[in-house]
């Protein structure tokens, strides 16, 4: 959580450097939308345990193959996900020369207004 939003302030950063606008509010409002989308996807789960009878009954008994899928849905796709996230973000355009560069940017046209 801390890194995306640290990404993403370097990307209002950029953005305004390109348009002049601050923008960057309107770029954290989309990150908190996408958090909450993601939030209630997340509700999906229930369908393969439902389908795997999966008895959420505290003390319930439950078959191999509903542990088993319990067990894929809570640790295998998450590590999935975030090793595909990951992949995404080494590739971030922004290092921090860049956001030097833009940051004096920013402070220089600050200074001429």
Do not use: H, W, Y
């Not at 439902?50 to 505290?58: C, E, G």
């Not at 067990?71 to 996230?85: D, H």
């Amino acid at each position: 959580q801390i890194l995306l939003r640290s990404m993403l302030a370097d990307v209002g950063d950029e953005q305004t450097l390109v348009s002049g606008e601050d923008r960057t509010g309107m770029l954290f409002a989309l990150l908190t939308l996408t958090n909450k989308i993601g939030t209630l996807l997340s509700a999906i789960v229930f369908v393969p345990l439902a389908f795997a009878d999966f008895d959420k009954t505290p003390g319930a008994a439950n078959a191999p193959l509903a542990l088993q899928v319990l067990t894929g849905l809570f640790v295998a796709v998450p590590m999935a996900v975030l090793l595909l996230s990951s992949l995404i973000i080494r590739r971030f355009p922004i290092d921090e020369a860049r956001q030097i560069a833009v940051r004096e940017a920013l402070a220089a046209r600050t200074l001429t207004r």
